[in-house]
Nanobody, 115 residues
Framework: QVQLVESGGGLVQAGGSLRLSCSAS????????MGWYRQAPGKQPELVAR???????NYADSVKGRFTITRDNARNTVYLQMNSLKPEDTGVYYC?????????WGQGTQVTVSS
């Protein structure tokens, strides 16, 4: 069973930084893509950043220039460096992975940005 474990969430002031990490385990096949979604209360999850096996990246317009997604293939881990955080970045951040034809989700890590 594939498991995604996130870490790095917390409470920061506006303008601060956090680095999220997500490690995958139990996968018998290579990971096609990994990324991060976030969900604010009462809202649908939205894609924040994504990186493919070819190292192509995509970012939500709202985080471009502030967030950077990277991948460590040896450790089966994806990172999200979040700089210049804003209160509107607050939400639960979920790690997401695509492996062959299946999608997997982590349990989420809370990010709270105070003003």
């Amino acid at each position: 069973q594939v498991q995604l474990v996130e870490s790095g969430g917390g409470l920061v002031q506006a303008g601060g930084s956090l680095r999220l990490s997500c490690s995958a385990s139990g996968n018998k096949f290579s990971i096609n893509a990994m990324g991060w979604y976030r969900q604010a209360p009462g809202k649908q999850p939205e894609l924040v950043a994504r990186i493919t096996s070819a190292a192509n990246t995509n970012y939500a317009d709202s985080v471009k220039g502030r967030f950077t997604i990277t991948r460590d293939n040896a450790r089966n881990t994806v990172y999200l460096q979040m700089n210049s955080l804003k209160p509107e970045d607050t939400g639960v951040y979920y790690c997401h992975a695509v492996i062959v034809l299946s999608a997997y989700w982590g349990q989420g890590t809370q990010v709270t940005v105070s003003s």
